[in-house]
């Protein structure tokens, strides 16, 4: 890999790099290429059946774009709750494509084969849920970030509230209520529950 | 669920939900329900509450094997779509940091386009998305060679931003480079495109930050055209300010590796990156890490050019240093001003030291050419001398002295070729100058501005050139080029002329309306000083201005090489200005660069650079202006030149005089004279601005002192010699003189759209009447319209045009035009009314065949209703009859009368419907709806309406004899009617009594008429009883059996009418004096035989009237009748096509036929094999 990127990456979580807003819209696009690339690397040659973790990409990604000895365990703990946005957008890209490949730019696939069918069920889940995530974000948006460093990093609860600077009990909290709020939003409220 | 909460009530929720988490599972419905909140959050909360519990290990865990199957289901190796958005995917083309490339179809438009599709962390936030989209839209919006084209920017239905751009076949630049370095012209050729795309979207405020060869494109022609415009930017203003970004930053300039504010100085620094890459095949910073290039970026100077490539030409050189100064300040302001030193870069090439530009020079300045004509002539010389000197008996030493001239004579004539080449192309500089010392200079011989020593050169090589000539043989190459107006110049294109001169918009730095403004200004001052001056003529200035105006909702941008090619310019002027601070005083100034360029060149043939205090528009056209004649007219040979018509003195007047222009360039007409007026009272020599308050005027139907008027003609000498043509072709005996004259305007000036206007509006109001075709009015219509496609009156009269055609394309595109010109711009704008509602429905009916579309017709009636402006609209009803729509008509008042309307309007609609009824053939029934109109309504004028429909229905056979007596008999019982009024209802009776054959009223109505004819004033306004006499006494003799007599003697009343172009007036007064006339003139030739004859009196009806008088223009009842005598008249003369077609569009109009015109009906039926 090019050796730029990997000092790149690790500029931006340098101890005194926090303050700058542009932090993440700066480590995005570094992290979405190394994870997309990571993903097709490993599958690359392989049949259906493989197994793919994100907890495992996303650490992974870290070991090659940044160098450790270099940035802190907060630098650390911000660029997995980057990588985990940055997931949710592969996943999220290749729903998409999946979906347009199937319908023609379609929303939605279909499929009566059974091998791609759970494919096309965990496409539209992901859209599903990335939609979502929209709407949560637009409520709190630190919501959406729990939901994308706890479902889509796999970070662990204290490992979130490293990433987003807030403590454990908050991001326990926060967990709580968008994984109900999501819930309620993607299967329906509980019967009885409703007014 | 949520969508109930009170706003900020959501934060209270989490509060709650926070804390209710805190407790027992078994006592949070409790705590809750004893919560003091608002019962929506608690509910909201409980609801919650209730979904926690039985969420399970909802998103605990994201699967890896379906995660794997996903990937590799979607992966690119196999994954590309079938189609995004309306695009038809065909292959991928190429993938990158900023997304995937594909190669797609558009079916609709059936063009390929390129397909970018943005990488999913664009979308990461909405904010980031919405700037992209805002981004890639305002660079769709460019419009240039240079540039490549973005067609569409949107969202795909399954999600995913998509760019589509043009496709073409071809290379990029890296890949260009990749085989090697390129060598210096070409080089010049694509770093000229580049920058001159660049300074289109500079000039935009659009800056690209991501400049570098793999986002330029070479097509195989050569053209270069950028890549990715706004992309970069709005993919990541944050991004690149963080310093940090996909891709190489081996062009990123200083600031941009600081994260620093970027402006268009960033793309200056990453093109003078490109080009040397271009001349080196290396970039100009380099390093094994990227924190080396960024420090060698911030701080090194890249590797001397001169060493890389020596044959680098020293001006090309400075530019790349400039571009590459670390401080944005020092590098050029953007790239048009890169452009201009790109392209004095060129002209320095040839004169800059080394073999090659010496040589270059040399060979410019004819000097090989020289001295070949002079080495041979000199053998020649000294051969005849050797024959001949001793055959007189001459001594020796005469031939030595003629070889010792010809040996002097050769340096001589080598120096004298050099110096006789020094003045058309060198560069000079010109302060500003007054009128006098413009005319001191260019009455000053050229020849006092060259060098003393090569004077004295001069004198010895005059001496041998004439001793030379005297022999005879001696014919040293003349400079090229006409002996006299401009020189140097021949011109390239084969259509061009090369004295007629485009003056393009001067650029200015991104961001300075002020000199931006002054650079548009500058077309039409520059444009008016250099008209005339010797044979130089320019194009139209507004015509300039519209089809340069930055590229609006319309579209109409077009690159100036286009421009000048389209209007048959053999040169172009284009220029550059910018601001400088005088020395001495320190008085802002603006400098301009000014370079005239061959059409197809991008080598100036001739530059100059003039200054002015900044603001001083009429200070820097003159002063540009007398650069230019220096420079154009080197040696004494140079026209007078007085700065006339727009080179005033009065900054302010000439401000306002530009926005009368653009005013009436746009069809605003209204605004016009206002500034016109201002701007002959700041400065009274600026006598173009009253020509133009007088059109403007004219235009808008007001009233101008005569003394004005007169004092306005009487100094047109001092008006631009188009301006006092079309002024004097105004003034005309008669209207075919009118007609002739306005045409002879236009052919001589072809590139001003005033002329082609002045020609259309004539034949499109007044000329049908003359005879002239439909077929000429639209293409005069169309020629003005393309040359000023900024004008909403223009597209108004092309919508009239078309709709007379029903060419429904044609008038969908004039509304667009107009929608996207705004409703302000439409002429009935200014007094409240959406026209352009109007022409929708117009324009639905055409379409539809007279099918009124309920929506468009509610839509239509409720503006007219609810309208509350200075119009009577009760007068506009009818305007869709007089189209040829009668069955919208109906629709459109009777959806009036159902609105609650005024009593006014009511009686207004009550009047069109019964004349739509006639219209369509329902006489009968048109005459009870117009009994209700008279009897809502009171006075004689009603009345007079009234009877005037029953005496035509009777004429035309459609009604039996008598009808509508009742009305006659009140009229005369009545009060004593105006003069107008009396000799119309006397001509009426005439009508009448003609029709039932009754030879004795008939008798009575002439002799009534014969007795005012001597009375009556014959004013503009009213007919003068002396036609309506003319007319019944031809339909007496019609009557008495002399039918072709009678025809002739109505042809000849008719043109005589038509000369004296008082339509306007007399078709208000007298709807169907026209009509009957013609109508019963045509049919008599046809009985003669005289098909011929008979033709061009029928075009009258497809002319366009205003709509102010248009509206008691009744002739619209009578619309069947005269199409199906065009038919007739076409069936004489073997038109089968015209037959059919007016045949066809008779009977879409008589629906409702009965009687005499239900026969007429059914026989054309027949004709048409119905």
């Known amino acids: ?195 | 669920m949520t969508e109930r909460l009170p706003p900020g009530a959501w934060e209270r929720v989490e509060q709650l939900f926070a804390e209710v988490l805190d407790r027992d599972p078994g006592a949070r419905e409790a705590w809750l329900a004893s919560s003091e909140d608002d019962p929506a959050i608690v509910a909201e909360v409980r609801s919650l509450l209730a979904s926690h519990a039985a969420a399970g290990d909802f998103l605990e865990r994201l699967d890896p094997d379906r995660v794997a199957a996903l990937v590799q289901a979607g992966g690119e190796t196999d994954g590309v779509p079938e189609a995004i958005g309306p695009y038809r995917v065909v292959r991928p083309l190429a993938r990158g940091g900023m997304g995937i490339v594909y190669l797609a179809r558009d079916d609709r438009l059936d063009r390929d386009v390129a397909l970018k599709i943005l990488p999913g962390w664009l979308e990461a936030d909405p904010t980031a998305r919405e700037r992209f989209l805002a981004e890639a839209r305002a660079a769709s919006r460019l419009d240039h060679p240079n540039i490549l084209t973005v067609f569409d920017v949107g969202e795909a239905p399954g999600g995913g931003l998509y760019i589509a751009m043009a496709y073409y076949e071809g290379e990029t630049l890296a890949d260009r480079i990749a085989r090697g370095p390129l060598p210096v012209e070409e080089a010049i050729g694509i770093a000229r495109q580049i920058a001159d795309g660049l300074a289109a979207a500079h000039e935009a405020g659009i800056v690209h930050r991501d400049i570098k060869p793999a986002n330029v494109a070479l097509a195989p022609d050569g053209r270069a055209r950028i890549l990715d415009f706004g992309i970069a930017k709005g993919a990541g203003a944050k991004t690149t300010r963080a310093g940090v970004r996909l891709g190489t930053i081996a062009y990123m300039s200083p600031e941009q590796t600081r994260g620093g504010t970027l402006d268009a100085r960033t793309d200056v620094w990453s093109f003078g990156a490109l080009l040397y890459e271009m001349l080196t095949r290396r970039r100009p910073f380099t390093g094994d890490d990227d924190a080396i290039v960024i420090h060698s970026i911030r701080h090194d100077d890249p590797p001397a050019l001169a060493d890389l490539r020596p044959d680098t030409p020293p001006a090309l050189t400075h530019v790349i240093a400039r571009c590459l100064q670390k401080e944005p300040a020092d590098r050029f302001a953007d790239a048009v001003a890169l452009r201009e030193a790109l392209s004095t870069t060129a002209g320095a090439e040839d004169g800059s030291a080394g073999p090659r530009g010496l040589l270059a020079e040399l060979k410019r300045r004819h000097v090989f050419r020289v001295a070949a004509v002079y080495g041979a002539t000199a053998f020649v010389v000294l051969q005849l001398a050797d024959i001949v000197f001793p055959a007189l008996g001459l001594p020796e030493t005469a031939m030595t002295l003629v070889l010792a001239m010809v040996m002097l004579g050769f340096p001589v004539a080598i120096v004298l070729a050099w110096a006789l080449e020094l003045t058309p192309q060198g560069i000079r500089r010109t302060k500003a100058a007054t009128r006098a010392e413009i005319g001191e200079i260019v009455a000053r011989p050229a020849r006092e501005r060259w060098p003393s020593g090569l004077l004295a050169l001069f004198g010895t090589a005059a001496l041998l050139l004439a001793g030379a000539a005297a022999l005879g043989w001696i014919r040293l190459g003349p400079r090229g080029g006409p002996e006299s107006g401009p020189v140097e110049v021949t011109p390239t294109a084969a259509s061009a002329d090369p004295y007629r001169v485009l003056v393009l918009p001067f650029s200015a730095p991104a961001g300075d309306e002020e000199l931006a403004r002054m650079g548009r200004d500058l077309v039409i001052t520059l444009g008016a000083t250099l008209d005339g001056l010797g044979e130089l003529r320019t194009i139209d200035g507004t015509t300039v201005a519209a089809r340069t105006a930055s590229p609006g909702p319309s579209g109409t941008a077009v690159e100036g090489e286009e421009l000048a090619r389209e209007l048959g310019a053999g040169r172009v002027v284009r220029g550059s200005l910018v601001r400088t601070g005088s020395p001495d005083d320190g008085t802002p100034e603006v400098r301009a660069e000014v370079g005239v360029f061959e059409a197809g060149s991008t080598t100036a043939a001739v530059r100059a650079t003039a200054e002015a205090p900044a603001g001083d528009i009429g200070a820097l056209t003159d002063s540009i202006t007398l650069a230019l004649v220096r420079e154009l007219w080197p040696s004494g040979r140079a026209p007078s030149f007085e700065p006339h018509a727009l080179t005033t003195r009065s900054v302010e007047a000439l401000r306002a005089f530009l926005a009368g222009e653009l005013a009436t360039a746009q069809g605003r007409w209204r605004d016009a004279p206002e500034p016109f007026a201002r701007a002959f009272a700041l400065d009274s020599t600026v006598w173009l601005a009253g020509a133009r308050y007088l059109d403007a005027m004219d235009y808008s139907s007001r009233p101008v002192d005569p003394a004005v008027r007169e004092a306005i003609w009487e100094h047109r000498d001092a008006r631009p010699e188009r301006q006092r043509a079309l002024m004097e072709a105004g003034r005309a005996d008669s209207l075919s003189q009118l007609v002739a004259q306005m045409r002879d305007v236009a052919e001589r000036y072809p590139d001003s759209w005033r002329a082609w206007f002045a020609y259309a509006d004539q034949i499109i109001h007044n000329g049908m009447f003359l005879g002239e075709t439909q077929e000429e009015a639209r293409t005069a219509i169309e020629r003005a319209v393309a040359l000023n496609p900024t004008s909403s009156t223009l597209w108004q009269h092309l919508f009239w045009m078309a709709l007379a055609d029903r060419d429904t394309a044609a008038t969908r595109t004039a509304i667009e035009k107009l929608d996207a010109l705004g409703a302000d711009s439409t002429s009935m704008a200014e007094v409240g009314l959406d026209q352009v509602r109007l022409y929708r429905f117009l324009h639905g009916l055409a379409a539809t065949g007279d099918e009124p579309d309920p929506v468009a017709t509610d839509s239509l009636a409720r503006q007219l209703v609810d309208y509350e402006g200075p119009l009577d609209l009760s007068r506009l009803g009818g305007e869709v009859l007089a189209y040829g729509f009668p069955r919208g008509e109906t629709a459109l008042e009777e959806r009036t009368l159902a609105l609650p309307v005024p009593a006014a309007a009511r009686r207004g609609a009550l009047r069109s419907i019964s004349h739509a009824l006639a219209a369509r053939g329902a006489w009968d029934s048109a005459l009870v709806v117009m009994d209700e109109y008279v009897a809502s309504a009171s006075g004689p004028e009603p009345l007079l309406l009234a009877w005037r429909l029953a005496a035509i229905g009777q004429w035309l056979g459609a009604l039996s004899a008598g009808a509508g007596e009742a009305w006659r008999e009140t009229l005369a019982r009545g009060p004593e009617l105006d003069p107008s009024s009396r000799s119309e209802l006397a001509w009426l009776d005439g009508v009448a009594a003609a029709a039932r054959g009754d030879t004795e009223a008939l008798a009575e109505a002439r002799s009534r008429l014969a007795a005012w004819t001597a009375s009556a004033p014959d004013e503009r306004d009213t007919v003068p009883a002396a036609h309506l006499a003319r007319s019944l006494d031809a339909l007496a003799l019609g009557a008495a059996g002399r039918t072709e007599a009678a025809a002739d003697a109505l042809r000849e009343l008719e043109r005589d009418r038509a000369e004296r172009a008082w339509f306007r007036r007399e078709g208000n007064a007298h709807p169907y004096l026209t009509a009957v006339n013609r109508l019963s003139a045509a049919g008599w030739l046809l009985d003669a035989g005289r098909a011929g004859d008979a033709d061009p009196l029928l075009r009258w009806y497809e002319s366009v009237q205003f709509p102010a008088w248009r509206a008691s223009r009744a002739d619209g009842t009578l619309r069947a009748s005269i199409l199906l005598r065009r038919a007739r008249v076409a069936d004489a003369l073997g038109r089968e096509a015209a037959a059919r077609e007016h045949r066809a569009r008779a009977l879409e109009e008589l629906d409702l036929a009965s009687g005499p015109l239900r026969a007429a009906a059914d026989s054309a039926r027949a004709a048409l094999g119905l």
């Open chain 1, 1 to 195: 890999m090019e050796s730029g990127i990997r000092d790149r990456t690790t500029t931006l979580l340098e101890p005194g790099a926090e303050g700058d807003p542009a932090r993440l819209d700066a480590l995005l696009p570094l992290v979405y290429e190394e994870l997309r690339g990571l993903a097709h690397r490993q599958l690359a040659g392989e049949r259906a059946g493989h197994t793919l973790q994100t907890t495992a990409l996303v650490h992974e990604a870290y070991v090659r774009l940044v160098d450790d000895t270099r940035v802190t365990r907060k630098g650390r703990a911000y660029f997995f709750g980057a990588a985990a946005r940055a997931m949710r957008q592969v996943l999220v890209d290749h729903a998409r494509r999946h979906a347009a490949k199937k319908r023609g730019g379609g929303a939605r696939p279909v499929s009566l084969d059974a091998a791609t069918l759970a494919v096309d069920e965990i496409a539209n889940e992901l859209l599903d849920l990335d939609r979502a995530l929209d709407e949560l974000a637009r409520r709190n948006p630190r919501h959406a970030r729990v939901v994308e460093c706890r479902f889509f990093g796999g970070l662990s609860v204290e490992e979130t509230a490293d990433a987003l600077d807030v403590s454990p009990r908050t991001v326990k909290y926060d967990w709580a209520l968008a994984r109900a709020w999501l819930h309620d939003s993607l299967r329906g409220r509980p019967n009885g529950a409703d007014a």
